[in-house]
């Protein structure tokens, strides 16, 4: 069971054993009754929000992990107004950004990268860690007399 799942079970029971004592001592007093039973009611609303509230942090983290995980550098949260989650969130967006702006370096450097090799006159081979040729280059297949 999760952590919010233990705090709301928790906040029921003892409402409900609040409200059973208060049902049991107030009977003679049906006035009262009421009265109580809907303090009884706000009480449980206001715990749950806050259980709600609570809990936001670690529903950001755990989505911001699986986001990661799968590698998507797109998806960014949008802030709210709870001050610590609001600074959780700037952080997991500015760290997504740094993230996705060094991939996109990457990848066009490997693209510019990529390209002089195959129009460099000079024959490139590339080989695997076992000494096979992985790739070569149009010049390396010239000097080799190899075709494509």
């Known amino acids: 069971m999760s952590l919010k799942g233990k705090f709301l079970l928790y906040l029921a029971l ?7 004592a208060a049902f049991a001592f ?30 936001e942090p670690a529903n950001i983290l755990r989505t ?8 998507d550098f797109m998806t960014r949260f949008r802030e709210g107004n709870e001050p610590e989650v609001d600074r959780l969130v700037r952080l997991y967006n500015r760290m997504i ?3 996705r702006d060094e991939r996109v ?29 992985q790739s ?6 010239e000097i080799l007399g190899l075709t494509e």
Request: no cysteine; net charge negative; proline share 4%.
């Open 14 to 20: 003892i409402h409900l054993v609040f409200a059973g």
């Open 136 to 141: 070569m280059n149009p010049g390396a297949a």
């Open 105 to 133: 370096t990457n990848q066009e450097q490997d693209s510019l990268l990529k390209r002089l090799v195959q129009i460099s006159p000079s024959g490139m081979v590339a080989l695997d860690y076992d000494g096979r040729v």
């Open 26 to 55: 107030l009977h003679a007093h049906r006035f009262w009754l009421p009265v109580v039973e809907a303090f009884f009611g706000l009480s449980l609303f206001t715990g749950w929000r806050l259980i709600q509230r609570l809990t």
């Open 64 to 71: 911001s992990v699986a986001l990661l995980e799968s590698e």
């Open 97 to 99: 950004d740094h993230l």
